[in-house]
């Protein structure tokens, strides 16, 4: 089956830096790749599409300019939180877009983000 | 604007059948995926129905009604280990978007 990494896999910062998370497909090619969030007890919340070569697409309600998305190949996309503060703590999850089989998306051991 | 809900809590005995409902109203509708989600972990596939109708995989098995917009996860002979949060997610457009649903955690008890 298709293989989607994320590193890493947790994260802890201090408030007001940036961290970059990194989304791989490791054994195909994705045009498209997903970013959510999870709050605990919450269910995942999609808060951009991330399409290769191009802007990525945000959900109302997220910030562009403070969750900065690169889609630079067909195998990685990577998010950064920008000036990260402690409400910004949450579990990451990306996934992948394959088109060649049924179950067209896959998703990433996701990153637990905590901002001190 | 997309609308999906399930129960958020169920609680089953070992061995029993539980049956997790789910409602959705979508634009753009494309079909309806359930994901198992262990706590701390990213959601793992279950199934994905695009017709109407009933499909099994060994112990689960998931059931689509376009019309009714409905869908139900059907788990069979529940095990511990099945004490996890079940997600559906509608998929939308043609980009495959996701839209999921609040999720149910079912809890297996002895």
């Known amino acids: 089956g298709a293989v989607v990494s994320q590193h890493p896999s947790w994260v802890i910062c201090k408030s007001g830096t940036s961290v970059k998370i990194e989304c791989r497909s490791l054994?195909?090619?994705?045009?498209?790749m997903f970013w959510y969030r999870q709050f605990p007890k919450q269910s995942l919340m999609l808060m951009a599409t991330?399409?290769?070569?191009?802007?990525?697409?945000?959900e109302q309600g997220v910030e562009k300019d403070k969750f900065l998305i690169n889609h630079a190949s067909l195998t990685l996309s990577t998010l950064t939180v920008t000036s990260a503060h402690p409400e910004d703590s949450s579990f990451y999850i990306c996934s992948a877009h394959w088109t060649s089989g049924r179950h067209t998306q896959y998703f990433g051991p996701g990153t637990r983000l905590t901002v001190l | 604007g997309q609308n999906i809900d399930q129960p958020t809590e169920m609680t089953a005995t070992e061995g029993a059948i539980v049956q997790i409902n789910c409602t959705y109203q979508t634009s753009g509708f494309n079909g309806l995926f359930w994901y198992q989600q262990h706590a701390g972990e990213a959601p793992t596939f279950l199934s994905y129905n695009v017709l109407d109708g009933l499909e099994e995989k060994g112990r689960f098995s998931s059931f689509l009604s376009r019309s009714k917009g409905y869908s139900y996860l059907l788990l069979k002979e529940l095990q511990m280990k099945d004490s996890a949060s079940y997600l559906c997610a509608a998929t939308t457009g043609t980009a495959s978007k996701l839209t999921f649903g609040t999720g149910t955690r079912l809890q297996v008890t002895l």
């Open positions: 991330s399409n290769e070569g191009s802007k990525a697409t945000y």
């Open positions: 054994d195909f090619q994705a045009t498209t």
